[in-house]
C-alpha cells in the first residue's frame, strides 16, 4: 500500500480536502427526505432481526413452537420477530447470541 503524505494549511479553507460528501446534495436534503431514509434504515434492521431469529431457531432444529418453549417466550413473539414485526431486545437479544455461538450451553442453561 503506498503512503501519501499531505501537509494542510490550517488557516487556509481552501487548502482543506474536499471529503467525501456532496455538499450541495447534502444541502438540498429535506427533513422528508431524512425522515424517509431513517424508516428505510429501520425497517432494514428490522429485518435482519428477522434472518437472525430465523437462523437460529433453524440452526438447533426447532419448529417456531418448540423454539418458543425452549426458551420460555410466546409462539406470538417468535413469530412475531420472524416476520420482522417486532426486534428482540435486551434479554432477548442476549440470548439470541447465546444460542447462536454456544447453543450446548445456553440449552442446558434453560432446561
Known sequence: MKTVRMTIEV????????GRIDARRVD?????????????DNAD???????FARRVRRRLGFSQAEFAQRI??????IRNWEQGKRCPTGAAK???????KAPEAALAALH
Open 45 to 51: 434492521a428490522m429485518l435482519d432481526a428477522a434472518k
Open 94 to 100: 442476549a440470548l439470541l447470541k447465546v444460542l447462536d
Open 28 to 40: 438540498a436534503t429535506s427533513q422528508a427526505d431524512i425522515a424517509r431514509h431513517k424508516a428505510a
Open 72 to 77: 420460555d417466550v410466546s409462539l406470538d413473539t
Open 11 to 18: 488557516r487556509s479553507p481552501k487548502a482543506k480536502p474536499a
